[in-house]
């Protein structure tokens, strides 16, 4: 073993919390994007979902991916995950409460 961490996000100084708090520097649409980013879903099936075309879509992520400090559209879509309950204004979304401090368990507590 080596004495590096083993934290993945200490080993590549990749980490998509740090993108957490500039969420709010992106445009209403660029939120909608981005949350729906968290998907999985590819260009395609986004521009579908959004009605606009696919090279819109890829300049949307882009975008994102640049004003978030991330290097790749997969972070962006991590971190759209970790940011999903302030993202989704959908009032039936589960998500929302799953992501509230008091249902974490308490090793997630702040
Ligand atoms: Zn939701």
């Known amino acids: 073993m080596t004495n590096r961490s083993a934290c993945a996000y200490w ?13 709010n520097r992106l445009t209403a649409r660029e939120k909608e994007v981005l949350l729906l980013l968290g998907t999985g879903l590819g260009n395609r099936q986004l521009a579908r979902e959004l009605h606009i075309a696919e090279r819109t879509v890829k300049a949307h992520i882009a975008r994102i991916v640049e004003k978030l400090g991330q ?40």
Request: proline share 6%; charged share 25%.
């Open 11 to 23: 080993r590549t100084r990749a980490n998509p919390l740090r993108g957490m708090s500039k969420v």
């Open 71 to 110: 290097e790749t559209r997969l972070q962006a879509a991590v971190l759209s995950v970790l940011v999903h309950n302030t993202l989704c204004d959908d009032v039936r979304c589960s998500c929302r409460y799953a992501a509230t401090a008091e249902e974490l368990p308490p090793a997630f507590a702040v």
